[in-house]
């Protein structure tokens, strides 16, 4: 089994800064790419941001751009949501994403995994 688990969430002025991490582990033979997502009270859950493994520029939300930056310890399995000037607008739970291949015995398969949530609140 593949385990994500985020930290990093919390309360914060509109204006400030958060940074969410989220570490893969268990079973996993490769992360083909991890990603955020964020769900807000009585919305969908929306793709904030996502990178892969093998190069190529991250993908970002429209409402995002400039103020996030995702990226990722390949080493660590880990990836990292750096959130600047944060808005009210923000408030929602983020949940984090990966894309993996997983190994049981000689058995491998691909699937999505989803981290717990973090609640990040923005005041204004």
């Known amino acids: 089994q593949v385990q994500l688990v985020e930290s990093g969430g919390g309360l914060v002025q509109a204006g400030g800064s958060l940074r969410l991490s989220c570490a893969a582990s268990?079973?996993?033979?490769?992360?083909?790419?991890m990603g955020w997502y964020r769900q807000a009270p009585g919305k969908q859950r929306e793709l904030v941001a996502a990178i892969i493994t093998r190069g190529g520029k991250p993908n970002y939300a429209d409402s995002v751009k400039g103020r996030f930056t995702i990226s990722r310890d390949n080493a660590k399995n880990t990836v990292y949501l750096q959130m600047n000037s944060l808005k009210p607008e923000d408030t929602a739970v983020y949940y984090c994403n990966a894309h993996v291949t997983a190994y049981s015995g000689s058995y491998y398969s691909e699937g999505d995994y989803w981290g717990q949530g973090t609640q990040v609140t923005v005041s204004s």
């Open positions: 268990g079973s996993i033979f490769s992360i083909n790419a």
